[in-house]
């Protein structure tokens, strides 16, 4: 089977715990995270760990399932790259010298639609939301005039389908142990 | 509008009782009806140990003399009684040394709570003294775990850590309790876990699965069931029995399914695996249903999984939804708890035989019984074999006692040829494959399970690695049998390297000290037999003498045990010789 690009949602109660848990899931695997990012979710105190990962369909099935069998865990769910809209957030720090003398840097960043964050004497903080092909395309013009700082987001993504998170949690009944 | 309560309780008005931490710790055990639990002491943990004085007679603490050696007496406690395990230790070293157990009791689905002191809360994260991450340590192995730093938070951690461990598929959680909160004084009250958010400890079944099992198991010719521990876990050996014998289906057990089904039941073929019966083995490549039945596929029993009954449908009874299409992809899953899903299904089966088939597996089994087990159970070269020692014990227990294996040829000849008459009988490492399990485990199962015998069955190795539990026995007059056989050798390892390397006895022959001088050292009544004729009379001895009891037979140094499937060979690979 193929390996592809798969963003793994998994919905979860806050417990400081997890994140180590799920990403021993991964560790164990040998399998490489590309982005992981933890926030909080449209239900309140309901988290969301979203994981970018590039395996293959029967990889991330099972590993669905692992992280599903995590006790505080909701839901978790897999989607390919069109099945969802995604973006990353990158900060470039440039030296404010460049805005002024090089020409090009403006041109530059008005072709990227990257925002301007802030300016100081000093540098100037460039911000740039979109697909990582995008952020690198502006990285690789950015680069060759000198960058004094880069930092880019994990990936963050919804889904084109609904989650509906609230309904799961219903189905939970509480059971009796014998 | 959502709510946030992550823990579901009876919605009831509770009585509140001002106490410290450390004596909330014994009232949750008792409130969850733990009597008895193993442990060894130490600074991060001395409050509890303190409140232990308070409650001897209510909750009896058995010192054990390692802190892995609490871990498996609470795993053959959980495994024999059926109940929670409970073990508890200090911050840092104590801790560490629970890990082995914790990972022996997370792979093979055991439910226990473990205990650990941790320094006080101010100094978490300063490397003080003693102090070890042990949430992060045991976060692998463990079904759930959590650090408590409010005593506050004491009672409703623990009534979380007992739901998850015996519920679904069972398995240990840890709880690290910082030295303040155990200070600390709080209004006490206890209400068990009725259930937690977000956990569904197991699966709906879904009617049309039970459906689409039935009509596979009503169309099949040669079906073959692999009953695991699930059916024991779920108490189903009665809806297990009555589902083989109406629709007369073969059924084979993994290690830890071993005492499910009588030894003795027509319909009982025997162990499937790298050490299994030849026919089970063999007829996994022949029959057209294989059903598994609370088991998980490990890969000492598909051998190879591209070979591995390639020409049959599945059905995966299972009550973990990770372990469905894991390994061996399923036609049919029937999720939930055993118990239910076998009763569930037992109407829509038709009544059946399948003489036929059934006879494909006694002519195999005839074929091994001549080539290997009469061998090991009646030989005839000078050596003792380890075969016999079974069948010796077999003609003197009748298949009642517990037999406790640790790790190695004595293991599986053990689980070969021990005879079973009830469940629950067979207490083994069967996924860790951990030495040194079997002496302190046989001293929770016998704890268990007071009013059976308990043998535990020991290599040379591995009995060496937690001899020391010997000081438990005779403490607390444990009346556990030990059985060692010794053979002078790291015995199945030296299997290997006679078969795979070319016999370079690497490290694997041992200078053995005198253990009968040892158990003696530990007031232990000992017996040696090094001969045949004296075999049965010191097995009639060791099973009518009262309390505990060594014996050590010694047996001949280069046995090897058959059948066979080497690593990544087919199962129908397997090889006698
Ligand atoms: C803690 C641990 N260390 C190493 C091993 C690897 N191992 C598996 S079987 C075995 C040999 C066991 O020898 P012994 O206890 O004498 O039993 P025998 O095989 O001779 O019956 C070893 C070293 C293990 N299973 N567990």
Redesign the pocket.
Known sequence: MEKENYTISVYTENNIGLLNRISAIFLKRRINLDSFTASVSEIKDVFRFTIVVSVTEEQVRKIITQIEKQIEVIKAFYHRDDETIYQETALFKISSKLLFEERQIQNVIKESNAQIVTVTPEFFVLEKTGRRYEVEALYDKLEPYGLMQFVRSGRIAVTKEKMHISKILETFTIEEVN | METATQTVTKETTMKTERMTGAEAVIRCLLAEGVDLIYGYPGGAIMPVYDELFKYEDQLTHILTRHEQGATHAAQGYARTSGKVGVAMATSGPGATNLVTGIADAQIDSTPMVCITGQVASHLLGSDAFQETDIVGISTPVTKWNHQVTKAADIPEVFAKAFYIARSGRPGPVLIDITKDAQFEEFDFSYEPCKGIRSYKATPPTEPKSLEDAADLINAAKKPLIVFGQGVILGEAEEEFTALIEKAGIPAAWTILGLSALPTSHPLNVGMVGMHGNYAPNKLTNECDLLIAVGMRFDDRVTGNLDTYAKQAKVIHFEIDPAEVDKNVMSDVAVMGNVKHTLAKILPLINKNDHQAWLQQFNDLMEIEYDKVIKNELYPEKEGLSMGEVLRGINEETKGDAVIVS??????MIACRYAAFSKSKSNVTSGGL????FALPAAIGAKMGAPERDVIAI??????Q?TIQELGTIFQNNTAVKIVV?N?E?????RQWQQLFFEKRYASTE?TNPDFITIARGYHIPAKRVTKREELKEAIKEMMTTEGAYFLEVCVEKENNVFPMIPTGASVSDVRLS
């Open positions: 640790d790790v190695g040829q004595h293991q494959g951990t030495m040194g020991i290599g040379d190795g591995g009995y690695m056989l053979n050798f790291l015995g199945m390892v041992m």
